[in-house]
């Protein structure tokens, strides 16, 4: 099979390619330009997409033994992720711009360009498992599993993805590009928002969209507790930066209860005002020959699992949660799985619309 490898320039995507290589496939590597002003972007080795990621990604190819070619995908990127991600904060959302870029980037775009030039897959360097069976399960290492990332794709973009890395840990990962001779051994993982370079997310914001002041609200009084310069600044579960005027009578801390855009207005309120058990979400993307199912769902990447009754009519997916969870934010990902002893399947996932009490959903 001939196949492109996503070599991003750390060590899951050379050990990918590499295992591609060993597994007879035809690989030729190639790294995205993602930058349309590359010193906007970081250096370093704090994320993804640095100014030395590409010669990282270049000196695998060659230890590997692959042609490897550089493509740029700094307007797809712009438009797909960082304009979306701008607009998402503007609406009151709060999004995930990893997932935006494995969907519109690496299993589009890119996808689509290495179909039209003749590979037959692409190889990314992604801690999940796709068997046989066509479906897509958790790595093997829990503490570094990226299928809530890759559960936005479809079934044709997951018919085109290898993933070679779900049977390992990451630990493994690292001896074995030791073993190979790669450099990137010991290269440490990406964290941050690639395109934000000082990975200061609210100030990136403010000069997008510019300071927008508003009150920040008691959700149970509707008192004015303090005020902001702009409601993107706040995320739905947050407790830390509020800079309240108005203690709360118990002395207890407040968190970010919601966000509207339309009155530029951040509500707070107790921990306990963050529990919903109704989750409901759009655009779903789903696998399972059932519309309704008992399982399993992940609300935040590397969050916690609820059991949830989950059902899809149409366009919206809902999930009824056994248990409370808290800090559901729109814009996030639902992702639905089934147990399985053989790695948890991905059943599928939806964009998080809303979060609610069942005492308040009719």
């Not at 993804?48 to 190819?61: F, G, I, N």
Request: charged residues 25%.
């Amino acid at each position: 099979m001939r196949v492109l490898a996503a070599m991003s320039g750390g060590v899951d995507s050379a050990v990918a390619a590499a295992r591609a290589k060993d597994a007879g496939h035809d690989v030729t590597g190639v790294h995205l330009a993602l930058a349309r002003n590359p010193q906007t972007y970081r250096t370093g080795a704090r994320g993804c997409c640095t100014l030395e990621d590409s010669r990282d990604a270049r000196r695998a190819a060659d230890v590997i033994g692959i042609p490897f070619y550089v493509w740029d995908m700094a307007d797809e990127f712009h438009a797909d992720v960082v304009d979306d991600f701008v607009a998402e904060y503007a609406a009151g959302r709060t999004p995930n711009p990893c997932l935006r870029c494995n969907e519109k980037i690496k299993f589009a775009a890119v996808l689509d360009r290495a179909v039209a030039l003749g590979f037959d897959a692409v190889v990314t360097g992604h801690h999940a498992r796709l068997g046989t069976d066509g479906l897509l399960r958790r790595s093997v290492d829990l503490a570094k599993d990226q299928s809530y990332v890759l559960a936005v794709l479809n079934r044709a973009q997951l018919d085109r993805a290898v993933f070679p890395l779900g049977d390992s840990t990451k630990e493994r990962v690292r001896q074995e590009a030791a073993e190979r001779g790669l450099a990137v051994a010991d290269k440490p993982d990406s964290h941050d928002i690639c395109f934000i370079a000082d990975g200061d997310t609210r100030g990136f914001l403010a000069s997008h969209l510019g300071n927008a002041p508003g009150d920040i609200v008691d959700g149970r009084t509707g008192e004015t507790l303090g005020t902001h310069e702009g409601a993107f600044g706040f995320t739905v579960g947050q407790r830390k930066g509020l800079d309240l005027r108005v203690p709360a009578a118990d002395g207890r801390p407040r968190y970010v209860l919601s966000i509207t855009p339309v009155t530029n207005t951040v509500t707070v309120g107790p921990r306990e005002d963050l529990e919903v058990d109704v989750v409901t979400a759009d655009r779903p993307i789903w696998h399972d020959v059932s519309h309704e199912s008992d399982c399993e769902v992940q609300l935040r990447a590397h969050g916690s699992v609820h059991a949830a009754r989950v059902s899809v009519t149409g366009d919206v997916l809902e999930a009824r949660l056994a248990t409370p969870a808290r800090g559901v934010a729109a814009g996030q990902a639902i992702v639905a799985y089934r147990p399985d002893p053989d790695g948890d399947i991905v059943l599928g996932s939806a964009t998080i619309t809303a979060g609610v009490k069942a005492s308040a959903h009719v």
